[in-house]
């Protein structure tokens, strides 16, 4: 079965699909997953309630559209560019990550998103033939914010990630 999320983050969604990975087993559990977004270069993280296991092919490098899981920080990545010690033309994580799903869109959106802002990971819906028309609408300000309270009413009452 072929699994999608969407991710929300400000004013930016961005559509996934999991890989068969026990990492996206674990975060199709735990859906919906809320947070506030951290930044780092060109990486967009947040934290999660889960702490997954690092898996066998965990890696440090990763390929642009890769949405891995950061064990040492229970956090989701994403990079979508270069982070501080990045060599030429890579995308470097401090440490070894699970990737666990791909994105659909271009996560250069990600660009558009900024620390503080809150982030959603939920469940896409829809049938397969939505996923070759255009990612959903981006929300503007306070209906953002809405949405996001209405899919996880406790993370403010969780705090961020600092």
Excluded at 37 to 59: C, H, M, N
Excluded at 89 to 111: H, M, P, Y
Excluded at 120 to 149: F, L, Y
């Amino acid at each position: 079965m072929v699994r999608h999320i969407l991710i929300r983050a400000g004013n930016v969604a961005i559509r996934a699909r999991l890989l068969a990975t026990p990492t996206a087993d674990r975060i199709w559990e735990s859906l919906p997953i809320c947070g506030s977004v951290q930044t780092w270069g060109k990486e967009v993280y947040f934290r999660t309630p889960i702490s997954p296991d690092l898996e066998p092919d965990a890696r440090v490098v990763v390929s642009k559209g890769e949405i891995a899981f950061w064990p040492d920080g229970d956090a989701i990545a994403i990079g979508f560019g270069a982070t501080p010690i990045s060599k030429r033309g890579e995308i470097r994580f401090t440490s070894k990550c699970n990737v666990w799903a791909v994105a659909l869109d271009d996560v250069d959106q990600l660009q558009n998103v900024y620390p503080g802002e809150e982030v959603s990971v939920v469940e896409a819906a829809g049938d397969r033939d939505d996923w070759d028309a255009p990612p959903p609408s981006r929300r503007k300000g306070h209906r953002s914010q809405q949405m996001h309270a209405a899919l996880c009413p406790s993370a403010d009452e969780s705090g961020t990630a600092g």
